[in-house]
């Protein structure tokens, strides 16, 4: 049983940054493709970044390309988003999510193409 737990949401003024983290489990399979998505209240759940496990090949929303920074060490199981220059309108539960399958799939950007999820941590970007 994969399990995924993020860390590193809160308060934050608009341009400001922020860095989450999410634990894998130990169990979780080697070479599963990692990715952030979030909600914000009311709307559907969208793809953020993902990063292939072994590849290091990374992929981004155009809305937080130039700004996000997704990266892992695979020693630790342990995916990190960097955000910078946040803004009010990305306000919403951000999720690490997990999938054995291809990096290179329009299912990596699909919330399900996703078998393994995290409960979310909360961002709120104030202006």
């Known amino acids: 049983q994969v399990q995924l737990v993020e860390s590193g949401g809160g308060l934050v003024q608009a341009g400001g940054s922020l860095t989450l983290s999410c634990a894998a489990s130990e169990r979780t399979a080697s070479g599963f493709v990692m990715a952030w998505f979030r909600q914000a209240s009311g709307k559907e759940r969208e793809f953020v970044a993902g990063?292939?496990?072994?590849?290091?090949?990374?992929d981004y929303a155009d809305s937080v390309k130039g700004r996000f920074t997704i990266s892992k060490e695979s020693a630790k199981l342990t995916v990190t988003l960097q955000m910078n220059n946040l803004k009010p309108n990305e306000t919403a539960r951000y999720y690490c999510?997990?999938?054995?399958?291809?990096?290179?799939?329009?299912?990596?950007?699909?919330?399900?193409?996703?078998?393994?999820w995290g409960q979310g941590t909360q961002v709120t970007v104030s202006s």
């Open positions: 999510a997990a999938r054995d399958g291809p990096f290179l799939d329009p299912l990596a950007r699909r919330p399900h193409g996703y078998a393994y």
């Open positions: 990063i292939s496990w072994y590849g290091q090949t990374t």
